[in-house]
Protein backbone atom coordinates (compact mmCIF):
# COMPACT_ATOMS: atom_id res chain seq x y z
CA UNK A 1 0.00 0.00 0.00
CA UNK A 2 1.07 3.56 -0.66
CA UNK A 3 0.71 6.38 1.59
CA UNK A 4 0.22 9.86 1.42
CA UNK A 5 2.26 11.46 4.16
CA UNK A 6 2.37 15.59 4.58
CA UNK A 7 4.76 16.66 7.41
CA UNK A 8 3.78 20.11 7.43
CA UNK A 9 -0.45 19.20 7.84
CA UNK A 10 -1.95 19.80 10.88
CA UNK A 11 -3.23 16.58 10.55
CA UNK A 12 -0.50 14.35 13.15
CA UNK A 13 1.25 11.57 10.55
CA UNK A 14 0.03 9.29 13.33
CA UNK A 15 -3.86 10.36 11.67
CA UNK A 16 -2.63 10.31 8.24
CA UNK A 17 -2.07 6.76 8.64
CA UNK A 18 -4.64 5.72 10.68
CA UNK A 19 -7.22 7.03 7.97
CA UNK A 20 -5.42 6.09 5.09
CA UNK A 21 -5.43 2.63 6.10
CA UNK A 22 -9.57 2.40 7.12
CA UNK A 23 -10.20 4.27 4.05
CA UNK A 24 -8.22 1.44 1.94
CA UNK A 25 -10.40 -1.34 3.89
CA UNK A 26 -13.94 0.76 3.49
CA UNK A 27 -12.88 0.93 -0.22
CA UNK A 28 -11.79 -2.43 -0.69
CA UNK A 29 -8.42 -1.35 -2.18
CA UNK A 30 -7.38 -3.58 1.16
CA UNK A 31 -8.92 -6.38 1.28
CA UNK A 32 -9.72 -9.23 4.04
CA UNK A 33 -6.18 -10.97 4.70
CA UNK A 34 -4.18 -8.24 2.61
CA UNK A 35 -0.70 -7.77 4.73
CA UNK A 36 0.50 -4.47 5.77
CA UNK A 37 4.37 -3.12 5.21
CA UNK A 38 6.17 -3.84 8.13
CA UNK A 39 6.54 -0.50 10.81
CA UNK A 40 10.27 -0.21 9.37
CA UNK A 41 9.51 -0.65 5.79
CA UNK A 42 7.04 2.16 5.80
CA UNK A 43 9.11 4.49 8.77
CA UNK A 44 12.24 4.15 6.35
CA UNK A 45 10.62 4.92 2.87
CA UNK A 46 8.93 8.26 3.88
CA UNK A 47 11.70 8.92 6.10
CA UNK A 48 8.94 8.97 9.69
CA UNK A 49 10.28 8.20 12.78
CA UNK A 50 9.43 4.28 13.63
CA UNK A 51 7.00 4.79 17.27
CA UNK A 52 4.96 7.33 14.82
CA UNK A 53 3.99 4.41 12.81
CA UNK A 54 3.92 1.42 15.32
CA UNK A 55 1.47 4.00 17.12
CA UNK A 56 -1.06 4.05 14.26
CA UNK A 57 -1.12 0.18 13.66
CA UNK A 58 -2.12 -0.25 17.22
CA UNK A 59 -4.35 2.29 16.88
CA UNK A 60 -5.84 0.61 13.91
CA UNK A 61 -4.87 -2.98 16.05
CA UNK A 62 -7.05 -1.90 18.86
CA UNK A 63 -10.25 -0.78 16.98
CA UNK A 64 -10.00 -3.74 15.51
CA UNK A 65 -9.43 -3.15 11.66
CA UNK A 66 -6.06 -5.23 11.42
CA UNK A 67 -5.25 -8.21 12.75
CA UNK A 68 -1.37 -9.77 14.38
CA UNK A 69 -0.36 -13.10 12.95
CA UNK A 70 2.10 -13.93 15.54
CA UNK A 71 5.32 -14.32 13.61
CA UNK A 72 4.21 -13.39 10.25
CA UNK A 73 2.91 -9.37 10.43
CA UNK A 74 -0.05 -7.26 11.01
CA UNK A 75 -2.98 -8.25 8.09
CA UNK A 76 -6.47 -6.31 7.53
CA UNK A 77 -9.05 -7.76 9.18
CA UNK A 78 -12.33 -9.66 8.10
CA UNK A 79 -14.93 -7.39 9.43
CA UNK A 80 -17.99 -8.89 11.33
CA UNK A 81 -20.79 -7.31 11.70
CA UNK A 82 -22.91 -7.22 14.69
CA UNK A 83 -25.94 -7.47 12.84
CA UNK A 84 -27.44 -8.86 10.05
CA UNK A 85 -28.17 -4.72 9.41
CA UNK A 86 -25.13 -3.94 9.75
CA UNK A 87 -24.20 -6.81 6.89
CA UNK A 88 -26.12 -5.08 4.47
CA UNK A 89 -24.88 -1.77 5.50
CA UNK A 90 -21.88 -2.80 4.84
CA UNK A 91 -22.44 -4.14 1.57
CA UNK A 92 -24.17 -0.95 0.37
CA UNK A 93 -21.01 1.48 1.32
CA UNK A 94 -18.62 -0.71 0.45
CA UNK A 95 -20.30 -0.78 -3.41
CA UNK A 96 -21.40 2.88 -3.25
CA UNK A 97 -17.15 3.32 -2.44
CA UNK A 98 -16.51 0.97 -5.68
CA UNK A 99 -19.11 2.77 -7.92
CA UNK A 100 -17.49 6.02 -6.86
CA UNK A 101 -14.02 4.97 -7.63
CA UNK A 102 -14.94 3.95 -11.17
CA UNK A 103 -16.34 7.26 -11.68
CA UNK A 104 -13.30 8.89 -10.96
CA UNK A 105 -14.38 9.90 -7.00
CA UNK A 106 -11.44 8.95 -4.02
CA UNK A 107 -13.29 8.10 -0.93
CA UNK A 108 -12.17 11.41 0.70
CA UNK A 109 -14.74 12.84 -1.50
CA UNK A 110 -17.32 9.98 -0.88
CA UNK A 111 -16.96 10.98 2.63
CA UNK A 112 -16.89 14.90 2.32
CA UNK A 113 -20.24 14.47 0.00
CA UNK A 114 -22.13 12.60 2.55
CA UNK A 115 -20.63 14.90 5.26
CA UNK A 116 -22.74 17.90 3.84
CA UNK A 117 -25.29 15.45 2.81
CA UNK A 118 -26.15 14.39 6.43
CA UNK A 119 -25.26 17.71 8.12
CA UNK A 120 -25.50 20.43 5.54
CA UNK A 121 -23.22 23.38 5.32
CA UNK A 122 -23.65 26.63 4.03
CA UNK A 123 -20.94 28.02 1.98
CA UNK A 124 -20.68 31.81 1.88
CA UNK A 125 -17.19 31.46 -0.41
CA UNK A 126 -15.55 29.45 -2.45
CA UNK A 127 -11.57 28.87 -2.76
CA UNK A 128 -9.92 27.48 -5.54
CA UNK A 129 -6.52 25.95 -5.13
CA UNK A 130 -4.48 25.98 -8.53
CA UNK A 131 -0.96 26.42 -8.66
CA UNK A 132 -1.09 27.24 -12.50
CA UNK A 133 -1.81 31.64 -12.97
CA UNK A 134 -3.75 31.16 -16.37
CA UNK A 135 -5.31 27.61 -15.36
CA UNK A 136 -6.41 29.92 -12.01
CA UNK A 137 -8.23 32.83 -13.59
CA UNK A 138 -10.37 30.64 -15.70
CA UNK A 139 -11.27 28.64 -13.02
CA UNK A 140 -12.38 31.30 -10.64
CA UNK A 141 -14.40 33.09 -13.95
CA UNK A 142 -15.93 29.65 -15.00
CA UNK A 143 -16.88 28.87 -11.21
CA UNK A 144 -18.59 32.72 -10.80
CA UNK A 145 -20.04 32.67 -13.82
CA UNK A 146 -22.29 30.05 -12.13
CA UNK A 147 -22.45 30.69 -8.01
CA UNK A 148 -23.75 34.38 -5.66
CA UNK A 149 -20.96 33.99 -3.15
CA UNK A 150 -17.62 34.96 -3.84
CA UNK A 151 -15.18 32.81 -5.53
CA UNK A 152 -11.75 33.75 -4.71
CA UNK A 153 -8.28 31.50 -6.58
CA UNK A 154 -5.09 30.98 -5.16
CA UNK A 155 -1.98 29.23 -5.93
CA UNK A 156 -1.12 26.52 -3.50
CA UNK A 157 1.55 28.48 -1.20
CA UNK A 158 -1.23 31.30 -0.18
CA UNK A 159 -3.41 28.68 1.36
CA UNK A 160 -1.22 28.89 4.89
CA UNK A 161 -2.31 32.56 4.56
CA UNK A 162 -5.71 32.31 4.69
CA UNK A 163 -6.46 33.31 8.21
CA UNK A 164 -10.21 31.26 8.46
CA UNK A 165 -11.77 28.48 6.39
CA UNK A 166 -15.09 28.14 8.20
CA UNK A 167 -17.85 28.18 5.96
CA UNK A 168 -15.40 27.96 2.83
CA UNK A 169 -15.85 25.80 0.23
CA UNK A 170 -12.19 24.56 -0.92
CA UNK A 171 -11.71 23.29 -4.09
CA UNK A 172 -8.92 21.89 -6.84
CA UNK A 173 -8.59 20.05 -9.84
CA UNK A 174 -8.56 16.22 -9.74
CA UNK A 175 -4.85 16.23 -10.38
CA UNK A 176 -4.24 18.67 -7.36
CA UNK A 177 -7.11 17.42 -5.01
CA UNK A 178 -4.98 15.04 -2.93
CA UNK A 179 -1.83 17.63 -2.48
CA UNK A 180 -4.22 20.13 -1.36
CA UNK A 181 -6.12 18.12 1.35
CA UNK A 182 -2.78 17.08 2.55
CA UNK A 183 -2.41 20.78 3.61
CA UNK A 184 -5.76 21.59 5.10
CA UNK A 185 -6.67 21.55 8.49
CA UNK A 186 -8.45 18.36 10.13
CA UNK A 187 -12.08 18.87 9.18
CA UNK A 188 -12.01 20.60 5.85
CA UNK A 189 -12.36 18.90 2.83
CA UNK A 190 -11.57 19.55 -0.78
CA UNK A 191 -14.29 19.44 -3.86
CA UNK A 192 -12.72 17.69 -6.76
CA UNK A 193 -13.02 19.60 -9.73
CA UNK A 194 -13.77 17.05 -12.88
CA UNK A 195 -12.78 18.19 -16.48
CA UNK A 196 -14.71 18.58 -19.26
CA UNK A 197 -13.69 16.79 -22.53
CA UNK A 198 -12.52 18.89 -25.39
CA UNK A 199 -14.35 16.22 -27.44
CA UNK A 200 -17.34 16.70 -25.47
CA UNK A 201 -16.89 20.82 -25.79
CA UNK A 202 -16.96 20.34 -29.58
CA UNK A 203 -19.31 17.46 -30.52
CA UNK A 204 -22.26 20.36 -31.10
CA UNK A 205 -19.83 22.70 -33.34
CA UNK A 206 -19.77 21.56 -37.07
CA UNK A 207 -16.22 20.86 -37.75
CA UNK A 208 -13.97 22.42 -40.05
CA UNK A 209 -12.78 20.79 -42.41
CA UNK A 210 -10.01 18.55 -41.88
CA UNK A 211 -6.91 20.14 -44.10
CA UNK A 212 -7.75 23.49 -42.24
CA UNK A 213 -5.81 25.06 -39.16
CA UNK A 214 -7.76 25.17 -35.49
CA UNK A 215 -5.72 27.02 -32.83
CA UNK A 216 -5.88 27.20 -29.21
CA UNK A 217 -5.40 30.17 -27.46
CA UNK A 218 -5.31 30.26 -23.26
CA UNK A 219 -2.54 31.87 -21.33
CA UNK A 220 -2.69 29.05 -19.84
CA UNK A 221 0.21 26.25 -21.37
CA UNK A 222 -1.23 23.49 -19.57
CA UNK A 223 -4.77 24.14 -21.10
CA UNK A 224 -3.51 24.34 -24.53
CA UNK A 225 -1.36 21.55 -24.00
CA UNK A 226 -4.48 19.48 -23.32
CA UNK A 227 -6.78 20.92 -26.04
CA UNK A 228 -4.11 19.73 -28.29
CA UNK A 229 -4.26 16.68 -26.84
CA UNK A 230 -7.80 16.04 -26.46
CA UNK A 231 -8.17 17.61 -30.17
CA UNK A 232 -5.87 14.94 -31.38
CA UNK A 233 -7.67 12.37 -29.97
CA UNK A 234 -11.24 13.07 -31.68
CA UNK A 235 -9.16 13.01 -35.07
CA UNK A 236 -7.67 15.98 -35.77
CA UNK A 237 -4.61 16.71 -37.42
CA UNK A 238 -1.45 17.60 -34.90
CA UNK A 239 0.13 19.32 -37.99
CA UNK A 240 -3.03 21.56 -38.21
CA UNK A 241 -3.10 22.57 -34.63
CA UNK A 242 -1.69 25.97 -33.54
CA UNK A 243 -0.95 26.82 -30.09
CA UNK A 244 -1.78 30.45 -28.98
CA UNK A 245 -0.48 31.71 -25.98
CA UNK A 246 -2.68 34.81 -24.97
CA UNK A 247 -0.34 36.41 -22.69
CA UNK A 248 2.17 37.89 -25.51
CA UNK A 249 0.71 41.14 -26.75
CA UNK A 250 -1.19 41.49 -30.06
CA UNK A 251 -1.88 37.57 -29.78
CA UNK A 252 -5.30 38.01 -31.41
CA UNK A 253 -3.78 39.22 -34.82
CA UNK A 254 -2.35 35.22 -34.75
CA UNK A 255 -6.20 33.60 -35.06
CA UNK A 256 -6.70 34.90 -38.29
CA UNK A 257 -5.26 32.15 -40.65
CA UNK A 258 -7.58 29.96 -38.43
CA UNK A 259 -10.64 28.14 -39.26
CA UNK A 260 -11.77 28.11 -35.63
CA UNK A 261 -9.98 29.29 -32.28
CA UNK A 262 -10.23 26.92 -29.45
CA UNK A 263 -10.15 29.13 -26.20
CA UNK A 264 -10.44 28.93 -22.62
CA UNK A 265 -13.04 31.67 -20.78
CA UNK A 266 -10.80 34.35 -20.39
CA UNK A 267 -9.13 34.50 -23.48
CA UNK A 268 -12.29 33.86 -25.51
CA UNK A 269 -13.91 37.72 -24.62
CA UNK A 270 -10.91 39.44 -26.55
CA UNK A 271 -10.81 37.27 -29.69
CA UNK A 272 -11.78 39.58 -32.75
CA UNK A 273 -15.50 39.82 -33.36
CA UNK A 274 -14.88 37.90 -36.42
CA UNK A 275 -13.71 35.11 -35.47
CA UNK A 276 -15.10 31.55 -35.49
CA UNK A 277 -14.37 30.78 -32.21
CA UNK A 278 -15.00 27.91 -29.99
CA UNK A 279 -14.97 28.31 -25.79
CA UNK A 280 -14.06 25.47 -24.01
CA UNK A 281 -14.66 25.21 -20.59
CA UNK A 282 -12.87 23.06 -18.35
CA UNK A 283 -15.01 22.43 -15.10
CA UNK A 284 -17.36 19.72 -16.26
CA UNK A 285 -21.36 20.32 -15.85
CA UNK A 286 -21.43 17.89 -12.91
CA UNK A 287 -19.33 19.55 -10.57
CA UNK A 288 -20.78 23.09 -11.88
CA UNK A 289 -24.20 21.74 -10.39
CA UNK A 290 -22.50 20.19 -7.70
CA UNK A 291 -20.97 24.07 -6.90
CA UNK A 292 -24.29 25.74 -7.10
CA UNK A 293 -25.99 22.96 -4.90
CA UNK A 294 -23.16 23.91 -1.84
CA UNK A 295 -22.48 27.36 -2.79
CA UNK A 296 -25.99 28.64 -4.12
CA UNK A 297 -26.10 29.75 -7.71
Not at 44 to 61: E, F, G, K, M, P
Not at 79 to 97: F, G, I, K, R, W
Not at 121 to 146: F, K, N, S
Not at 207 to 220: D, F, H
Amino acid sequence: MRFWITKNSELPIREQLVRQVMLGILSEDLPPGHKLPSIRAVARRHQIHSNTVSAAYHDLLHRGWLELRRGSGLYVRSLQPASADAAELDVLLAALLRAAGANGHEPEDVLHRLEQLIRPREYTRLLIVEPDPGLREILQVEAQEHLSVPVEAIDLAALSNIPSLSACLVAALTTRAVTVRQRLPRGIGCMTLRLRSVGGSLKDQQAPPPNTIISIASKSAEFRYAARAMLIAVGRDPERLCEIDATVPSWQERTTAAAMVVADVVAARTLPADCAAKTFRVIADSSIAELKQLCGG
